[in-house]
T-cell receptor
């Protein structure tokens, strides 16, 4: 399984754009990159998934360079409610689903 | 309607007891999982079931036994509970052929063994 490295924590202010970068140097050809958000006392919530280049949805954007050894989750204009832990996962959709391990994640704290 | 629901939300029990956690999903997904989140917040997969068949069993003690009566349910039974079993257990489901949709997690069961 590809190992991921993310910053342990980040601080931001409301209205700012937040970029969280994840390193995954040993990503395999079939691996996808997925990001989850977890609030206290809740299960992780799927944010976005991508394979290469750029993916955008109503919540975030995911930037993946050509070598795919890293990825950046971009949250536009964060609010206080975006304070959460953000997990970067790398793995493939083999039989039985996405076999991977969630790392420690990045704790984002948004201030007023 | 809750997509992935698990019960109970909190479970406090003594060492040596046997307990079960239930999980149900109404998303029509084919695959269900159990994850364990320890005190350091690391989430580790325990089991994965695809259409009622066990697919992944990640070095979990035999005291943990998942049971899937149908593809919408995946229960977790734990025998002879130990202090180290204290954690938050999350159930999740996915439609693994639909790349891009990810997992849907339940809200977790906080198990405390005393």
């Amino acid at each position: 399984l590809a190992k991921t490295t993310q910053p342990i924590s980040m601080d931001s202010y409301e209205g700012q754009e937040v970029n969280i970068t994840c390193s995954h140097n040993n990503i395999a050809t079939n691996d996808y990159i997925t990001w989850y958000q977890q609030f206290p006392s809740q299960g992780p919530r799927f944010i976005i998934q991508g394979y290469k280049t750029k993916v955008t949805n109503e919540v975030a954007s995911l930037f993946i360079p050509a070598d795919r050894k890293s990825s950046t989750l971009s949250l536009p204009r964060v609010s206080l409610s975006d304070t959460a832990v953000y997990y970067c996962l790398v793995g493939d959709w083999g039989t039985g689903g996405f076999k991977t391990i969630f790392g420690a994640g990045t704790r984002l704290f948004v201030k007023a | 309607d809750t997509a992935v629901s698990q019960t109970p939300k909190y479970l406090v029990t003594q060492m040596g007891n046997d307990k079960s956690i239930k999980c149900e999903q109404n998303l029509g997904h084919d695959t269900m999982y159990w994850y364990k989140q320890d005190s350091k917040k690391f989430l580790k997969i325990m089991f994965s079931y695809n259409n009622k068949e066990l697919i992944i069993n990640e070095t979990v003690p035999n005291r943990f036994s998942p049971k899937s009566p149908d593809k919408a349910h995946l229960n977790l039974h734990i025998n002879s509970l130990e202090l180290g079993d204290s954690a938050v257990y999350f159930c999740a489901s996915s439609q693994d052929v639909r790349v891009g949709y990810g997992y849907t997690f339940g809200s977790g069961t906080r198990l405390t063994v005393v």
